[in-house]
T-cell receptor, first 112, second 109 residues
Framework: NAGVTQTPKFQVLKTGQSMTLQCAQD?????MYWYRQDPGMGLRLIYY???????DKGEVPNGYNVSRLNKREFSLRLESAAPSQTSVYFC???????????FGQGTRLTVV | AQRVTQPEKLLSVFKGAPVELKCNYS??????LFWYVQYSRQRLQLLLRHISRESIKGFTADLNKGETSFHLKKPFAQEEDSAMYYCALIRGATNKLIFGTGTLLAVQP
């Protein structure tokens, strides 16, 4: 049972490049989330998906897009990376009615 | 809008001292509040939730609706408690899960 898996673990991008961060969970959870973690800023919600087929903006959605491909997968796309998007990105999932969220191991992204 | 505030970025205590990590929230409805912990090189994980009123690893947290607080407490800190602690809130109707800015707890020997 892998839980929540994120790929890649590390990535370096040049300003203006695009990339997609992948997240998959095998716990049959309805809700999935993308966060960024920055020093002094804590975990900030970028986008979330309460159920398959729905996505909603979080606290810091600008510069990002998401796709809930199916119940298992929730991807985060940076269309034109900027240095301000240098961060550690976490994906999480949880089951509706159960408040506990399970997190991936994180993706460390550097934009130069 | 809902918000979670953790006023302390860093809390340093000696082993055996009491610990209180502060968390305040703003939310117009009935909140579901939690504490998550991230130990070094480990994934973020749930520590405890207010509904269950449980004690995990000696930590407790009481929801005070009057003061809109959910402070995390432990009477005697241990070195293995050193970690980043996040207070979190779920907005039930939308499944939106938001976190505070986190407090790094450092327990000195």
């Amino acid at each position: 049972n892998a839980g929540v898996t994120q790929t890649p673990k590390f990535q370096v991008l040049k300003t203006g490049q695009s990339m997609t961060l992948q997240c998959a969970q095998d716990m049959n959870h309805n809700s999935m989330y993308w966060y960024r973690q920055d020093p002094g800023m804590g975990l900030r919600l970028i986008y979330y998906s309460a159920s398959e087929g729905t996505t909603d903006k979080g606290e810091v959605p600008n510069g990002y897009n998401v796709s809930r491909l199916n119940k298992r997968e929730f991807s985060l796309r940076l269309e034109s990376a900027a240095p301000s998007q240098t961060s550690v990105y976490f994906c999480a999932s949880r089951s509706t009615g159960d408040p506990e969220a399970f997190f991936g191991q994180g993706t460390r992204l550097t934009v130069v | 809008a809902q918000r979670v505030t953790q006023p302390e970025k860093l809390l340093s205590v000696f082993k055996g001292a009491p610990v209180e990590l502060k968390c305040n929230y703003s939310y117009s409805g009935s909140p579901e509040l939690f504490w998550y912990v991230q130990y070094s090189r480990q994934r973020l994980q749930l520590l405890l939730r207010h509904i269950s009123r449980e004690s995990i690893k000696g930590f407790t947290a009481d929801l005070n609706k009057g003061e809109t607080s959910f402070h995390l407490k432990k009477p005697f800190a241990q070195e293995e408690d050193s970690a980043m602690y996040y207070c979190a809130l779920i907005r039930g109707a939308t499944n939106k899960l938001i976190f505070g800015t986190g407090t790094l707890l450092a327990v000195q020997p």
